[in-house]
C-alpha cells in the first residue's frame, strides 16, 4: 500500500455520532449497535434521560452515512471529522506553499497572477497576449488547447499544437504556462509541456481523471464544480492527493445560484474559508466567475482583497474577435490598469503581486 | 453536411432583440448595428419615443449573447427563439415514442419502468434482482457496470463483466438492458450489449462523450445535470440529436437546492415542462432524485401522477448489503408495492404501467 | 410560565457534539469546556487517540452554535437533537388531526381540496367560483382579501368587505373559509369570520405574527418561506404551538432555485420528509408553487399521489380577466377535471378526496 | 397623482415582445393582438419567414407577463425594458449621493464606515462600542432596537429606550446613527431620533412598510431578502421612491445558496451589478453576510476593493457577552486593524474611508 493510502485509511477513523429517537426501544439501539459493529466500528453508548447517543469508532473509510440514517429508531447521524485528511488543516498547519520554476511560488507571501486568452486561437494571438500580460506583471500563462463546445459548429481548439505554443510562448516571455487537461489521454502530452495542469469546473468529479493526476508530478490546479460544496471540493482534492501527488492549488469559479444576472455568482467568502479548513492554496478566476467583462476587474481586486493565492485572468489581444468568451476577456489596457489596482490592495493582506 | 447539421443550421436563424439604453447615442446605436452585420446579422431598427429596439435575423448559430450585452449603450438583450431545434416541440409537435426491443415502448401510452440494482455486484445478486423486477412489472433492468467512485477504497464495478450479466439476466427474464456509459471508450462494449445507454449526471455536458453518442444507433437515456436548467438539458439532447440519433430519452434525477435533508431536490415539475418545450420522452429517478429509500414511493408516484413516461428505479434484493447506494434500493417487497401503486394511479393520466 | 412554554424549554435540553481539532491544547479544550459549563451546559469528555470530543446537555434554549465555533481548537459543532419539539413528530407520534366545522378534518383519510381565487374581486365573482369549487367538490373555499402588490398601482384587495364576504359565500355553499392574514392588527377580524388563518410565504419568520397566531384558537394553516428549509418551517410553526395554538397546518408553495422556467420549483419531497419529522398535516398550494396553469394540475396530482392532506388550488369563474394571479388560476373545467383525476389517485395512498 | 407616480407610470410604457410559436396559426396571431390591444398596448407585427414576432408598447403597469406566455401559440414573452424606472441608472446617469448631517455623504468619493452592536443592550454597552467604533473612524453608529427572534426565550430588544440612547450615544460621539425599523408602528418614533432608517431582508418586500417609508423623509437603506435578485431589490427600491423618497441606499447581505458553510453566501459581485443597473449608493454588511466574526474582515476588504460606497459592521465591545448575534460581531481590536486595511485598500477604486 503506499504511503498516501494508508495516511488516508488512517484518517478515516472517523468518530461519528448516531443520535436515535426519544422513543426508541432498547430493541432498536441494540439492532444500530450491531450494525455499527458488522460495520467495522467500535461503539460507545450514552444514555441520557430522553435520548441515547452512540459514539462510532473505526477503520472503515467508505460507509454511507443514509444507512444508518435509515435504520429504525434512528434520529440523526453526525460525522464528526471531516471526511478528507490529506487535504485538512491539521496535515499541514503552516499552510502549503507550491513551488514553480522561475522562482514562482502559490501559496507564499507573492499573489500570481495567471492570465492569457481563453483559447490558443494563433500563434500570433497567443504570442501577442503573452506580451501584453507578461509586460503588465503576470507570472504564468494561460490558454486553453482542448475546448469542446456547447455547439458542434463552434471552434474546437487547437489541441497539442496549442500546448506547444503555449510553451513556446512562456519560454519567450518568461511565463510559466497553465492548461487544461479534459481527459486521461491528454495528461502525457500536457504534463510534456505545461507548467501546471489545470481540471475544470465540469471534471471536478471525474474521478478517473483525478486519480490519474494524483500519478502526475506537476502541480494540479483544481476548479471548483459550479454545485459543488467546499467539502466536496477538499474531497476531490483529497484524491488527488491519496495517489501521491500533494500539490494542488484550489479555485473558485463560480457557483449557481437564483440570481440570473450573471452566469455564475463568485463565492469571494470561499477563499477566507478554504484557508481555515485546508492548508491548499486558494485562488480565484474571475472571468469564469462572473463570465461579463465589466465585472472582472471588480471581482479579481474583491479576491486579493479577500485573501488569494493567485488569479487566473482572461486577457485576449482583440477581445472582441476572440473564439470564444471573448466576452468576459479584458483588453490590455484594462488589464494592465487592473495590475496596478491590485499591487494597491495587496499590502492590505501583508501580500506584493508577484 | 449531414441532414441533422443543416437542420440545426438552419434552426439557428434566430431571431435576437437589442434594447438600446434611453440615453444611447445614434454613434452608439450605429456601433451595434454594425457590429450585428459583422457577425452575420441582417437588423431590423424600431425607434421608439424613448428606446430604439434593434431586431437581429441572422445565419450564425454559435455567437455569444453576452459580446452585445457589453458594447456600450445597450441595455438588454434577448434571444427570441430556444437555442435548441431538434429537441424543441415543434420539431416533432406529435411527441417521439421510443421503440424498443421486445414491443416496449417509451413516450408512449404505457409508463415504463426500469429497476435493478445501483452496481452489478456479481451474477448472483443480479439474477435475483432481475427475477424480483421482472416479476413485479418491470421491463427494463437497471445495473451500474462501471463506478467510479468519491473514495478511491469504494468498490469500483465489475465493468465489461456486468455488462455481459446484464445480458444474460435480461435475456432469461425477458428485461430490456440500460446501463451507464461514462467515456467514450466504454462505447463499443456498451452498444454491443445494452438496449438502451444512460448518460449520467455529471457528464450530461461531456460535449465529447455526447458527440460520440449521436452516432451510435442506441437510444440514449440522458440525465439531468445536478445545476443544469432544462435547457440545458435540451441543448445537451440537441448535441446528441445533431449527430444523427434521434432516440434521445430524458430524466430527471434531482437538482441542487438550499434544502439540505435531501441530496438533491427532485424537480418533479421538469415533467411537465419538458413535455410542453420538447418532444422527447421524460423519465424519472427517483432513486438518486432523493437519495434515501423511505422517499423513492412517493416521488415515484409523484412522477407518475406528473405525467412521466417511464422510472429509473434502484431494487436490491439485499440492499443492507448493497456494495453502493443501498440506501436508496427499495426492498423487492417494496418495489412490488409500489408497482401496485403506479398501477392505481397512471389512470389519472391516461396511461398504464407497462 | 405557561404549560407550552415550559414544554418548549424541557425540549431545549439539546444534547450538543463538541469535536475539538486534533491539535488542540489541552488548555483550549479546558476553555470550551468552561465556556460550555458558563452557558449552563453540564460537560461530558471523551478524550480519543486523534482528537477530543466534548458531549454538552442543557438547559439553555437560545445558545448560538457559532459562538463555540468560533472558539479556538473547536473543529466542529453538532445539535445532537432537533431544535424545535412541539412540531417534532415524537410529540404525537401518532399523527394531528385539524378537525374543523362541517365534519372537515385535515390529516385523516380524506384529501381536503381548498379552492377559490387569488383575490376576492367582488360578491358576483366571488359567488360563481364559490359555486363552482363547491360542485366540484372542494371543500373549503380560499380567497384574498388583503393584496399588497409589488406595484402600487395594482389591485390591493377589498379587505374587512372581503372577509364578510368570504364567510357569506362559504355559508351559501357549506364551504368552510381560509384567508390571509398579513399583519397582527387584522386577526380579530379574520378570527371572526374564516375557519382557518393562512401566512403566507413571506410573512413565514415574522415571529411577532406568528407569536399573536399563537394566543388565537383557531387553526393555522402556515406556508414554507421560498428560501426556508424544512427545519425552519418547522421552527415557525414551533413558535406558534409555543403560544398555545396547536392546530398548525403546513404548506408547500414552491422554494427558489436556479431554474428559471417556473418562478419557483414545487418541492414534492417536502411532503414524505414533513411527515416523517413532524405530526403536522402537510398540504401543497401548485398554483404558487408553479405560478403557471398548465403546470398547477401535474403538480396537484403529484402532491396528491405523494401523499398530502390538502391541496390549495386558485380557481377563477374567468381567469382571464382576474384582477390578480389570473395566470395560474385554473378554469372551472379544468378543475373540475383535476378533481376527477385526483380520486383516482387518493386511493393509491389510502385516501379519498374529500 | 403625485410627481412620483407619474414618473412611475410613464416609466412603464414597457416595450414588449411576444415571439409566437413556428406553427402558430393566423387565428392564434390575432387572438393574441388582441389580448394586447385590450391590455391598451399597441401592436406592431414582424412576420418573418419562420415565426411571427409582435411588439408591444403601452401605459399599463401593471400587467402580468405570464398572462401572454399561456396564450395559445405563443412562444415567448420578453419584457424590453427593465420593470423598474426611478431606481434604474438612466434616470439619474451621474450617481446618487445621499448627504446626510455632519457633511457624511454616501455614494461619494468617501466610504462610509456603520458599526455598532447587533442589538442595544445598555447604555453601557452602547456608549462602549460607540466610542471604540468612532474612535477607529466609522461615520455612522448601528444598533438593533427591536429584535424579534427565533426563539420567544431570547432577547427581544429594548425598543423606544435603544432609539434614544443610540441618539445620545451618536451625539456624544459625532456619529449618526441608523437603526432598523420593522413595522409601520415604529416608524414615528425611528424617524424622529435616528438619521438612516433600515429595512431588514425579511422586510424587502413587505410593500405596506415600503410605502408608507416612501412619504418618510429620511435616507432608507434597504437590505436584500436572502432570496432576492437583483431586480427584486430594485423593484423594492422604486416601491420607496414612488412615494417621493428618493433617498434609498441598498445593500447586501447574502444570499441563500446550496452551500452550508456559511449562513448565506455573501455576493459581492452585487456591488458592481447594482452600480451598472442603478444611480443608487450600493453598501455591504459582510456581518450578516457571513454570520461569522472571522468571514467579516476579508469579505468587509473585498466589499470596497469591488467598490462598495459603505459598509455595516457589527463591533461589540464585549462580543463574548452579547446578547444576540455574538459570533459575528468584531472584537473592537479586529475593527481597528480591518479600518486600517480598508485605509490601504480604499484608494485602488479612488476613494478614502470616510
Do not use: W
Amino acid at each position: 500500500m503506499p504511503k498516501a493510502d494508508s495516511q488516508l485509511l488512517a484518517a478515516n477513523q472517523l468518530p461519528m455520532i448516531v443520535a436515535m429517537q426519544e422513543s426508541a426501544s432498547e430493541e432498536q439501539i441494540q439492532q444500530v449497535i450491531e450494525h455499527l459493529v458488522k460495520m467495522g466500528f467500535e461503539v460507545h453508548r450514552s444514555t441520557g434521560v430522553r435520548q441515547t447517543v452512540l459514539g462510532a469508532v473505526g477503520a472503515r473509510a467508505d460507509f454511507d452515512i443514509r444507512e444508518l440514517e435509515l435504520l429504525s429508531g434512528v434520529d440523526q447521524v453526525h460525522r464528526i471529522s471531516a471526511p478528507y485528511k490529506l487535504a485538512g488543516r491539521s496535515f499541514r498547519p503552516e499552510g502549503t506553499i507550491v513551488k514553480l520554476p522561475n522562482g514562482v511560488e502559490i501559496g507564499g507571501n507573492k499573489v500570481v497572477v495567471m492570465a492569457g486568452p481563453c483559447s490558443v486561437e494563433s500563434r500570433e494571438q497567443l504570442f501577442a497576449a503573452a506580451e501584453q500580460v507578461a509586460n503588465a506583471g503576470a507570472r504564468v500563462l494561460r490558454g486553453g488547447a482542448f475546448k469542446p463546445r456547447s455547439s458542434p459548429y463552434s471552434f474546437q481548439g487547437l489541441g497539442e499544437e496549442a500546448v506547444k505554443l503555449l510553451r513556446e510562448a512562456g519560454d519567450k516571455f518568461k511565463l510559466l504556462v497553465i492548461s487544461e487537461v479534459m481527459e486521461i489521454s491528454q495528461i502525457p502530452v500536457m504534463a510534456a509541456y505545461v507548467d501546471i495542469l489545470q481540471v475544470g469546473a465540469r471534471n471536478m468529479q471525474n474521478f478517473n481523471l483525478l486519480r490519474e493526476l494524483g500519478k502526475v508530478r506537476k502541480p494540479v490546479l483544481l476548479k471548483r464544480g459550479i454545485a459543488a460544496t467546499l467539502e466536496e471540493l477538499l474531497l476531490s482534492a483529497e484524491y488527488i492527493m491519496a495517489g501521491g501527488n500533494y500539490e494542488v492549488i484550489l479555485c473558485e469559479r463560480g457557483i449557481r445560484t437564483f440570481e440570473t444576472y450573471t452566469r455564475n455568482t463568485m463565492d469571494i467568502s470561499a477563499i477566507p474559508i478554504i484557508h481555515k479548513l485546508s492548508h491548499l492554496p486558494m485562488t480565484a478566476d474571475p472571468s469564469h466567475g462572473t463570465g461579463r467583462r465589466d465585472k472582472v476587474a471588480p471581482m479579481a481586486r474583491a479576491a486579493v482583497a479577500a485573501g488569494c493565492d493567485a488569479l487566473l485572468i482572461e486577457v485576449h489581444h482583440d477581445a472582441d474577435h476572440a473564439l470564444s468568451d471573448g466576452a468576459q476577456s479584458l483588453y490590455p489596457e484594462q488589464f494592465r490598469k487592473l495590475m496596478d489596482e491590485l499591487r494597491i490592495i495587496a499590502p492590505a493582506v501583508g501580500r506584493t503581486i508577484a
